[in-house]
């Protein structure tokens, strides 16, 4: 099992910048893919982005498309780079982890805490 702490998240304003981290521990993510879903008040969770093992492929929600971007690095940290950010991506978002399978359905094996992110108009 892998262990994810979520960070970076805030208050800001439309239009604003926002990059989220999440540092894994327990195993090496090398062989892992790796997502960040989020959650608005009311709603199901919601696909935003991923990223396969080698991070060479790059997945996206609709609605983050052309703004947020995913990345990973070698030392178990993956990113969320959002950009001109609009209040409707006010949600809980949530770095998630699976060893074998990579998909927009939020059943992945591995889930962090998630951090707030609050968009103001």
């Known amino acids: 099992q892998v262990q994810l702490v979520e960070s970076g998240g805030g208050l800001v304003q439309t239009g604003d910048s926002l990059r989220l981290s999440c540092a894994a521990s327990?195993?090496?993510?090398?062989?892992?893919?790796m997502g960040w879903f989020r959650q608005a008040p009311g709603k199901e969770r919601e696909f935003v982005a991923a990223i396969s093992w080698s991070g060479g492929s790059t997945y996206y929600g609709d609605s983050v498309k052309g703004r947020f971007t995913i990345s990973r690095d070698s030392s178990n940290m993956v990113y969320l780079q959002m950009n001109n950010l609009k209040p409707e991506d006010t949600a809980v978002y949530y770095c998630v982890a699976d060893s074998e399978v990579l998909t927009t359905e939020p059943v992945w094996g591995s889930w962090g805490q998630g951090t707030q992110v609050t968009v103001s108009s």
């Open positions: 327990g195993r090496s993510l090398n062989s892992y893919f």
